[in-house]
């Protein structure tokens, strides 16, 4: 499996700013995008822990409230030792929140999860053949269900899963939402000098201003289920 992954802060922001996640496994065949929402608080640190966990096979949708126990326990003491002002000590009080994509390829098949807005894309012989959770450019807006590091901001909680069939040749893309919608829309990705081009998609407005993740996976055309 050849692996490429690309991060890229706002415009304007440092790599220290960076908010989202990207994180892989290929011994265990997991890929995971997280990302982090900006208004939360320690986004990053909580979209890493829940792409961190995908990938080590702690997360299972049909256990995900469970499974989030021990990965919100995570944050909390990441944070809650801290020497924080006021404001922040209640940002931390509500929690952080992060959208996640997760991939895990077995046996001829591949199986996703979704919650929030990042998306997962199958391509073959440059056909799109499948896009998840999100179908519609349309679709995006700014009030996704995230997954929270409080697990009472998790009532509502929507993840959605898809399962597919994969031929040796096949690539995946997991990206955050502002390059997701983009692709939607276009159909077309410029791997080759990617960042220039994000740069040139902002500055033509053709692309909303936020952290870019994503991760290409190229499955080669000898791959064994």
């Known amino acids: ?15 220290a700013e960076y908010e989202d996640a990207v994180a892989w496994s290929t011994r265990r065949r997991r890929f995971a995008v997280a990302d982090g929402a900006s ?15 995908y990938t080590s096979g ?4 049909d256990h995900l409230q469970e499974d ?16 924080l002002p006021w404001y922040a000590l209640e940002q931390v009080r509500r929690g952080a929140f992060a959208a996640l994509v997760g991939l895990t390829i077995s046996h001829e098949k591949w199986h996703a999860l979704a919650a929030g807005d990042s998306c997962l894309f199958h391509i073959r012989d440059g056909e799109l053949l499948q896009a ?36 040796p040749g096949d690539t995946f893309l997991l990206m955050s939402d502002a390059l997701a919608a983009l ?16 740069r040139r998609m902002r500055t033509e407005r053709l692309m909303r ?10 499955l080669p055309a000898h791959a064994a289920a």
Do not use: C, Y
């Open 1 to 15: 499996m050849e692996v490429s992954v690309f991060r890229i802060p706002k415009a304007g922001s440092t790599r």
């Open 39 to 53: 208004a939360s608080a320690f986004a990053r640190l909580w979209a890493e822990l829940l792409a961190r966990a």
């Open 58 to 61: 702690k997360l299972r949708a």
């Open 68 to 83: 989030l126990a021990p990965v919100q326990a995570q944050w909390a003491h990441a944070v809650e030792s801290r020497d």
């Open 132 to 167: 998840f959770p999100i179908t519609d450019p349309e679709e995006f807006d700014n009030r996704p269900f995230l997954i929270g590091s409080r697990a009472t901001s998790n009532t509502e909680l929507t993840v959605r899963t898809l399962d597919g069939q994969w031929q």
């Open 183 to 198: 692709f939607l829309r276009d159909k077309r990705l410029e791997m080759h000098g990617f960042r220039a081009w994000v």
């Open 209 to 218: 201003n936020d952290d870019v993740s994503l991760l290409h996976l190229a």
